[in-house]
């Protein structure tokens, strides 16, 4: 693998019919960011051979979304990644190291977020590419982290989907 993506759902409905948090789907502004965001990724040339997604409505939404900007791509759907602590994402990723030259993960907060962090101070980051993410994972945001023969991880950017446009 030459390139991982981490990338938070878009925004959500506050509820869902069920009542369940896994069944909250995207909100109207939630599907506009994944588009910009699914446009931004493909105009960097950024499009994964394989994407795990959690199994929560707003993730596979997310996902849908994101994927018509990409074409084909490789997708695995698993209920593991739901609120996933960033072990479990990390294990998530080892298991494609292999089989994937540029992944796309889509969850959830606080995993994410917290993987990002551990993966950018496991590479010996520099603190100004630390607090870039000292402010949180906001939902729909993208980080694009290219991935060395040594498995150390550099941040490659940021798409946050109100800067998506100008960013691609």
Known sequence: MHRLILMRHAKAERGSPSGRDKDRP??????????????????????????????????????????????????????????????????????????????????????IHQLAVELLMEGAAAPSVLDRLSSGFPTGMAAIFSVDAAERYALEGLIRPDDAEAAA
């Open 26 to 111: 995207l909100a109207a502004r939630g599907r506009d960011d994944a588009a910009r965001v699914g446009k931004a990724l493909a105009t960097r040339g950024l499009k994964p051979d394989r994407a795990l997604v959690s199994g929560a409505v707003r993730t596979r939404q997310t996902w849908d979304i994101v994927h018509d900007s990409l074409g084909d791509v490789e997708v695995a759907v698993i209920d593991d990644l739901y609120e996933a602590d960033p072990d479990i994402l990390r294990a998530s990723i080892e298991a494609e190291r292999e089989t994937a030259g540029c992944l796309i993960l889509i969850g959830h907060n606080p995993g």
